[in-house]
């Protein structure tokens, strides 16, 4: 056999076998209302098919996936693969009124889209309001066939899902927020895989229970599905490696506590190595603000088999709610494996210097279709919140993704969202906590076109204008390396020096210190319109964000076909 033959034979071979190893996944959702009890009493939620968490979704690097979603609930819907690219489906990705209107109770659609380059913890959620209190679940992408973990292999794989819960209608709550202006009701208890813990009222059944073989091997695959709390997370007298995060495998680092903000996921190693007992694994929230907040702790139950015991379960000592050192510690720690940073750009084409934060806005405004003329908030304005001075308001009229596509934008979004803040001030010096000139911020579907294959480094900046908090930032539709974090006010020249061009970590959702800033630095490659926004509900209800622009390449693989014919429409 001459060479080029035998060159196309190992082509074909290679084709053949990813062929073999792809297979095509497909579920039904049903989004409906039940009844569930928690915390002493019943409360009709909304949930998929039946359940909180709903279901896990499982597939295998390079399978095709299509997900038919039926909505019978009473709500708006709208379903969001969080972490997955999306390559040539964006119309799949599910964020309200950014890539596609809601399904509207007693309507369906179905998300198709290929699972690319991608392996490990993922999530889907409701991307609608407050709805995805209740309506989310755990999106495991296991290695292709033949291929391992980078990382001793477990005997046992478990996803471990933090969540909310009110004891009132998500939907009132919803409701009461806006039209306050002052945001929603604190939760009454956080949740282990949809269960409180025996720490509440109630906890007969309301405890999640892992049984554990000594000396055996657990992969947790942490997902913070949480609306508006990060959280610290710890198994009593165990220590935990961290092995991936965000679906992206890292060095691994040892800890005795991970911390994850909403849309994070961490997956870690633990070892049941310890005496034969039952320990309890717990979270609790991780607050850098002054606002208040549900100071609650949420537990499940490590139970080792053979345990005879009948002491209740030895319970970890959490970080005080306040430590950002510990948050920090723990964020700024984790790097990736050397030879994964294939694709860091070194040289940038745009740069973004984008401030975050909390502001106000006048009644009336930014509130869907409800409209008053009086709020709660300070100098009875509404609270709001920012990028580069500007609350992103959603359109009604059609979608971002399909405005940009069809190249009917006018009155949809306007293509201005500023590369710098309007104007240029103090960040984050406390001397600016309600200072009215920095205070009061406009409305606008303001978006941000980025050139295809651009390389982009985004600086974001926190500020102090409505006090300091940890902002969680997601970018939808890209992983980004992290090259640095810290606090005060970003030196373009100071603080350049410490960035990592090494190996730096890569995720999809990064946790901005409070009163400080973080770097991050991506290559544009993927055609569509990427929401970005704080994962923090409340926050990006009042406006922390905007939408990306990508612009379509050269040939038909960085191009976007047109919409499903079930596509939804507002």
Request: proline share 8%; charged share 15%; glycine share 6%.
């Amino acid at each position: 056999m001459s060479r080029s033959m035998l060159l196309v034979a190992c082509v074909f071979s290679l084709a053949l076998a990813s062929v073999v190893s792809s297979s095509a996944v497909e579920h039904t959702l049903i989004v409906k209302n039940r009844f569930l009890r928690r915390l002493c009493s019943e409360q009709e939620v909304t949930v998929v098919n039946g359940s909180m968490p709903g279901p896990v979704i499982r597939v295998r690097e390079g399978d095709s996936l299509t997900v038919h979603v039926v909505n019978q609930s009473p709500v708006n819907i709208s379903l969001h693969w969080h972490g997955l690219f999306q390559r040539r489906s964006g119309w799949a990705d599910g964020a309200a009124y950014v890539t596609q209107c809601p399904i509207v109770p007693g309507s369906s659609y179905t998300y198709k889209f290929n699972i690319t380059d991608q392996r490990g913890t993922l999530w889907w959620h409701s991307h609608k309001s407050m709805s995805r209190a209740t309506v989310y679940g755990a999106f495991i992408i296991h290695p292709r066939h033949g291929k391992n973990y980078p990382f001793p292999k477990p005997d046992k794989e478990v996803p471990i899902v933090f969540g909310e819960w009110w004891n009132a209608s998500i939907a009132a709550v919803d409701i009461q927020g806006l039209t306050t202006g002052l945001g929603p009701n604190l939760s009454n208890a956080f949740t282990i895989n949809g269960k409180p813990g025996d720490l509440y009222p109630c906890p007969e059944k309301d405890t999640f229970k892992l049984k554990v073989k000594p000396d055996n091997v657990y992969l947790l695959r942490l997902i913070n599905a949480a609306l508006n709390n990060q959280l610290f997370f710890k198994i009593a007298n165990h220590n935990l490696t961290v092995v991936a995060i965000d679906a992206i495998y890292t060095e691994p680092y040892s800890t005795e506590v991970v911390v994850s903000a909403p849309g994070q996921t961490v997956d870690v190693l633990f070892i049941a190595n310890k005496a034969p007992k039952s320990y309890y694994m717990a979270i609790q929230p991780y607050s850098s603000s002054v606002a208040p907040f549900d100071n609650t702790t949420g537990t499940a139950i490590i139970e080792y088999e053979g345990s005879t015991s009948s002491l209740k379960p030895e319970m970890p000592i959490l970080p005080p709610f306040n430590d950002t050192p510990t948050a920090h510690k723990f964020y700024s720690n984790l790097t990736s494996p050397l030879h994964q940073v294939t694709d860091l750009p070194l040289q940038v084409d745009e740069r973004l210097f984008i401030t975050i934060g909390m502001s106000m806005s006048p009644c009336g405004i930014g509130i869907g279709s409800k409209t008053n003329t009086t709020c709660l908030g300070p100098n009875g304005m509404r609270f709001s919140a920012n990028m580069n001075g500007l609350s992103f308001q959603m359109p009604t009229k059609m979608s971002i993704l399909q405005a940009a596509w069809s190249g009917a934008h006018k009155g949809v979004f306007t293509a201005d969202f500023p590369s710098h803040p309007l104007v240029t001030f103090d960040y984050t010096n406390i001397s600016n906590v309600f200072n009215k000139a920095f205070m009061v911020t406009q409305k606008s579907t303001s978006v941000k076109k980025i050139p295809f294959n651009s390389s982009v480094e985004i600086v974001f900046q926190n500020t102090a204008i409505m006090g300091m908090e940890n902002h969680p930032i997601h970018l939808h539709g890209y992983d980004f390396y992290v090259l640095a974090m810290g606090f005060g006010n970003f030196n373009h020249i100071q603080d350049v020096n410490k960035f990592n061009l090494f190996n730096p970590q890569k995720r999809n959702t990064i946790s901005v210190p409070a009163g400080g800033w973080a770097v991050i630095r991506f290559r544009a490659d993927n055609p569509g319109t990427w929401v970005m926004h704080c994962h923090l509900e409340t926050h990006l209800s009042w406006g922390l964000g905007t939408v990306l622009v990508v612009e379509e390449g050269p040939t038909p693989f960085y191009k976007l076909p047109p919409p499903p014919s079930d596509y939804p429409q507002c």
